[in-house]
């Protein structure tokens, strides 16, 4: 899958979610909380996968939680001197546990079944996630204890680039993951 990159305004495109998913929040009796600081403008990535990968964050966190508050919090942060973009999705939600998150972001994994039957799904939505934000070099994280609510993060470049064969680096050179989970902020 290959990426189209183009140049937008994040803050429109966060607007765009949360009108969006609106009625799933009022669903459930939720409210939605954005806070977008101030360092953050525009983005050059794949506006589309970005989308979806917020999308499926915020609308999962709709679906699990119940009179509660989701929250997105988008800022821009630089790691090792190049501009990433981070979004937090929170939630007050029903949490995941340690073994759920074993099988978080793979294919037609849920939870357990009595959550499958009760929230419904098909498991694909964190796996097409967690797939989208590989193919931008970026990196995905959940924080969760049942009960308390989830948080995750997702940090993309704020200039996406696509690597041809020419640019790739080498086998054994470090990837941007692995970089930003040395240097993650808390």
Same mark, same amino acid.
């Given at each position: 899958?290959?990426?189209? !990159? *183009?140049?937008?305004?994040?803050?429109?495109?966060? *607007?765009?979610?949360?009108?969006?998913?609106?009625?799933? @929040?009022? =669903? #459930?009796?939720?409210?939605? %909380?954005?806070?977008? @600081?101030? #360092?953050?403008?525009?983005? &050059?990535?794949?506006?589309?996968?970005? &989308?979806?990968?917020? /999308?499926?964050?915020?609308? #999962?966190?709709? =679906? /699990?939680?119940?009179?509660?508050?989701?929250?997105?919090?988008?800022?821009? !942060?630089?790691? *090792?001197?190049? @501009?990433?973009?981070?979004? &937090?999705?929170?939630?007050?939600? !029903?949490? !995941?546990?340690?073994?759920? =998150? +074993?099988?978080? /972001?793979? +294919? /037609?994994?849920?939870?357990?079944?009595?959550?499958?039957? =009760?929230?419904?799904?098909?498991?694909?939505?964190? @796996?097409?996630? %967690?797939r989208f934000v590989q193919l931008m070099k970026g990196q995905i994280d959940v924080e969760s204890?049942?009960g308390k609510g989830a948080i995750f993060t997702v940090q993309l470049p704020a200039q996406v680039?696509? +690597?041809? #064969? +020419?640019?790739?680096?080498? *086998?054994?050179?470090?990837?941007?993951?692995?970089?930003?989970?040395?240097?993650?902020?808390?």
């Amino acid at each position: 899958m290959g990426l189209h !990159i *183009e140049t937008f305004d994040v803050s429109q495109m966060i *607007e765009e979610m949360v009108t969006t998913l609106q009625p799933a @929040a009022a =669903k #459930n009796a939720n409210s939605i %909380h954005v806070h977008l @600081a101030e #360092n953050v403008s525009v983005m &050059r990535a794949d506006i589309t996968k970005v &989308r979806q990968i917020l /999308f499926n964050l915020l609308s #999962n966190a709709c =679906k /699990f939680t119940d009179q509660g508050t989701i929250s997105v919090d988008v800022d821009q !942060i630089k790691v *090792e001197e190049r @501009a990433w973009i981070q979004f &937090r999705v929170s939630d007050t939600g !029903i949490g !995941i546990s340690a073994k759920q =998150k +074993e099988n978080l /972001f793979h +294919e /037609f994994a849920q939870a357990d079944a009595s959550i499958a039957r =009760k929230y419904g799904g098909t498991g694909l939505g964190l @796996a097409i996630t %967690h797939r989208f934000v590989q193919l931008m070099k970026g990196q995905i994280d959940v924080e969760s204890e049942p009960g308390k609510g989830a948080i995750f993060t997702v940090q993309l470049p704020a200039q996406v680039v696509i +690597e041809t #064969n +020419e640019s790739a680096p080498s *086998e054994g050179a470090g990837d941007a993951s692995a970089t930003i989970s040395a240097t993650k902020r808390t």
